[in-house]
């Protein structure tokens, strides 16, 4: 049995199906966190079912890609039970949908999350009233704090089995009613093989032909004609098409069903309010969230440089003492040493910044801070020809460039996307702040690792405007549903913080410790020097050792690579030892923003195409090598301007 | 009267939309539409977008597009 979780965006489906099938699914508190399908194979109740999470979608009418995500899945994969969740907080809002999802004619059932949120804002709601008037199963939900769950899987369990047949509630207009049923006859007497029932196909033919009809893979003229025919009638009665006299009616109705089921409440609870007065401040809003990234920051190093430290020495000593036991110089010690080195990255250097950089970052998230970000720097990203939602990707690209790519997909326009992925790849990733903060700030202190911060958002700034200024277009503007604010649990900020640093475990630990290994023989049998070559033109424009070059090679597996594989490289316990603060510097900004590393690259690859992952790429490698160039231009005339003074 | 000239805390009715379908299309989807009440709650400086409470939901909207929304005062 396939059970599909629909409903608006940020109404916690996937808080829902991460309590039924475990933590698969980031959640977080703005519209569009989820922009493609999980399933999960789960038992509930002691049956299997297959449960699937999809992207929110205000309606059926998709308006960008994660939003097409949910019709694509619906009309292309056998869904038995649609379980459509409404926040019951937006109760009118969400019931559009249910009345679109009723069309549909599948075995459905409506869960009234937050009700938490519902009850402290004072609204109350006749479940059964409502159930009644819509024909369907109508029950309560808390997601976030896993109530409701089993009688709601019980119901869902309960409708698969038995595969009850939806009614559509009837238009309250006949004329459109009409329409429907001769266009849906029509329909039947055509050979269409679509999943769909033939009043939902009339509809939503009406609605928006074209899109289904391209997956119908049948540019049947014939049924082109009998909707163009059907669309023109809708107009001449109504003077509009189908699509807004449809949900101009589903609008009506929806309002007239929350007006009958639901009392509401008084204003708004005040404190989400005052909060927003002060976050949302022409002044005191910019003000506090420069003081919430500098604490973030601060928070960052001084807990990761406080374990790095210690834990490197550590490591440092087990490695000198190695020759000791194994033989100095023998192969099993440097395939023990590259093994060590690999360990003590990931211990010593990744994990204490990665840490509380993911416990930070999902707090801001779950909080509801990143919709109140979008709304600050709209105008600023408007200069950048971008519009405030882009400011998600760039957020989620401190985390990891690979979501940033993929939640460009909430973007509607291609050449949004386009810029947005482009301009994403160069943040500063959290397999960066390894670089950036092992090295530079543990070696040079903290300010310089935040102007490299500061550096960065303006070369990305700029980058934009000129970007944009070459391929301009009228910029659509920002419409952003914001969010209340929400308190993050600590289970769920624990659990999302260990599901991104699980990627890190899994995937780039095993990488950096074989990296270091292939470093050691590298070494050993002295074939790094060949491979440095390849990189010496680079390296040299750069003014650093060419010893440096395969870090940087390996820098494309995984960013992390380039840092713990320098030491090595390097052949230095202590890198200043090696490396003067000018080529720190330049190394790391060089590293920051070089081609993005694989999955980045095949994440812009599925989401634009191979071409534009190859123009993206060769961009990168050039703007790495001007900015680390004005970088080390930088250094040298403040360290002569120092000399002077 | 366009949304962009109300002040904030003013109670209006969206008369309609104008310009590009694509504006129209994605507030329809969020559910404003013509006939609906919404009121500015605040306005971001240097020409940033406007939040409004849209039947209890809130909503940012840029400068350019509530330069397109139409309305009228309500009593
Ligand atoms: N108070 C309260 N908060 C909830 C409840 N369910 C979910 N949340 C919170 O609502 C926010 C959105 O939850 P998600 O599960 O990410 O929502 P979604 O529907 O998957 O959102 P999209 O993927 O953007 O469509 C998160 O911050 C959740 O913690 C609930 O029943 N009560
Ligand atoms: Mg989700």
């Known amino acids: 049995m396939r059970v599909a979780l629909i409903g608006q965006p940020n109404c916690g489906k996937s808080t829902l199906f991460n309590q039924v099938a475990g933590y698969k699914a980031d959640t977080g508190n703005f519209p569009g966190t989820t922009v493609t399908f999980t399933e999960s194979s789960v038992r509930v109740i002691g049956e299997k079912i297959d449960l699937v999470d999809l992207p929110g ?25 649609i379980l459509n969740l409404v926040d019951a907080s937006h109760l009118r809002q969400g019931l559009e949908l249910t009345l679109e999802l009723l069309e549909l004619g599948k075995p459905l059932i409506v869960a009234l999350n937050m009700m938490d949120e519902a009850a402290r804002m004072g609204i109350t709601i006749d479940g059964p009233q409502l159930e009644s008037l819509l024909g369907v199963p109508v029950l309560p939900l808390i997601a976030s704090k896993g109530r409701g769950i089993k009688p709601l899987f019980t119901s869902v369990l309960d409708r698969g089995r038995n595969g009850t047949l939806v009614r559509r509630i009837p238009y309250q207009n006949q004329d459109l009613d009409d329409i429907i049923l001769s266009l849906s006859k029509e329909l039947q007497e055509m ?9 939902a196909l009339a509809i939503r033919l009406l609605e928006e032909g074209d899109d289904l009809l391209s997956e119908a893979e049948s540019g049947d003229l014939v049924l082109r004609r009998t909707i163009e025919k059907y669309i023109q009638q809708v107009i001449q009665q109504h003077g509009k098409t189908p699509t807004w006299i449809f949900s101009e009616e589903r609008h009506a109705h929806a309002q007239e069903l929350a007006d009958r089921v639901s009392t509401l409440g008084e204003e708004r609870v005040t404190w989400q309010t005052r909060a927003d007065d002060l976050l949302l ?7 506090v969230m420069l003081g919430i990234l500098l604490v973030f920051f601060q928070v960052v190093y001084l807990t990761g440089s406080a374990i790095e430290g210690p834990l490197i020495s550590l490591f440092d000593g087990m490695i000198a003492k190695l020759g000791g036991f194994t033989g100095q110089g023998s192969l099993i010690t440097d395939i023990l040493t590259g093994i060590l080195q690999g360990i003590s990255g990931g211990v010593a250097i990744v994990l204490p910044y990665l840490t509380p950089f993911l416990l930070g970052m999902g707090f801001l998230e779950d ?10 720097m709209d105008s600023l990203m408007q200069r950048m020809g971008l519009h405030g939602k882009a400011i998600v990707p760039f957020i989620l690209g401190y985390g990891c460039n690979v979501p940033a ?26 397999a960066r702040i390894a670089v950036i903060f092992g090295l530079i700030a543990f070696y040079l202190g903290s300010w310089i690792a935040l102007l490299i911060y500061v550096f960065n958002i303006i070369v990305i700034a700029l980058t934009g405007r000129i970007m944009s200024w070459r391929i301009l277009k009228e910029n659509p503007g920002l419409i952003l549903e914001i969010p209340p604010y929400r308190m993050p649990t600590l289970r769920t900020t624990f659990l999302k913080t260990w599901f991104r640093a699980k990627e890190f475990v899994i995937e780039a630990w095993p990488l950096l410790i074989a990296g270091s290994i292939f470093l050691e023989l590298a070494n050993r049998y002295k074939f790094a020097d060949i491979l440095n070559l390849l990189t010496r033109p680079f390296t040299w424009l750069l003014g650093l050792p060419s010893a440096v070059g395969l870090p940087l090679i390996f820098g494309v597996l995984r960013k992390e690579l380039s840092l713990i594989m320098l030491r090595q490289a390097l052949n230095v316990t202590d890198i200043s030892q090696a490396l003067t603060p000018e080529q720190m510097i330049t190394f790391t900004i060089f590293v920051v923003f070089y081609i993005p590393c694989l999955a980045t690259l095949a994440a812009l690859r599925k989401e634009l195409n191979t071409r534009d992952m ?17 970088g080390r231009g930088l250094v040298i005339l403040v360290t002569s301007i120092g000399v002077i003074i | 009267m366009r949304l962009i000239d109300i002040e904030v805390n003013t109670a209006v009715e969206i008369v309609s939309f104008e310009g590009g379908k694509g504006i129209s299309s994605k507030l329809r989807r969020l559910g404003l539409m013509p006939g609906d009440q919404i009121i500015i709650i605040k306005r971001a400086p240097f020409r940033g977008p406007l939040l409004v409470d849209a039947n209890g939901r809130s909503v940012a909207l840029g400068r350019g597009v509530a330069a397109k929304i139409e309305v009228s005062l309500c009593e």
């Open chain 1, 57 to 81: 979608t205000y309606s059926l009418t998709a308006s960008n890609l994660a939003e097409k995500e949910v019709i694509r899945y619906l009309s292309s994969n056998r869904v038995d039970v």
């Open chain 1, 191 to 199: 050979d269409l093989n679509l999943d769909w029932e033939w009043e």
């Open chain 1, 281 to 287: 401040h022409p002044f005191w809003g910019y003000v």
């Open chain 1, 367 to 376: 909080v509801g801070y990143l919709p109140r970000l979008a709304f600050l």
């Open chain 1, 405 to 430: 790519v993929m939640a460009t997909r909430t973007l509607e326009d291609r050449r949004d996307r386009f810029l947005v992925a482009t301009l994403s790849i160069m943040v500063p990733c959290a």
């Open chain 1, 614 to 630: 190859f123009i993206i790429a060769t961009l990168s490698v050039v703007i790495a090598m001007v900015t680390a160039l004005i």
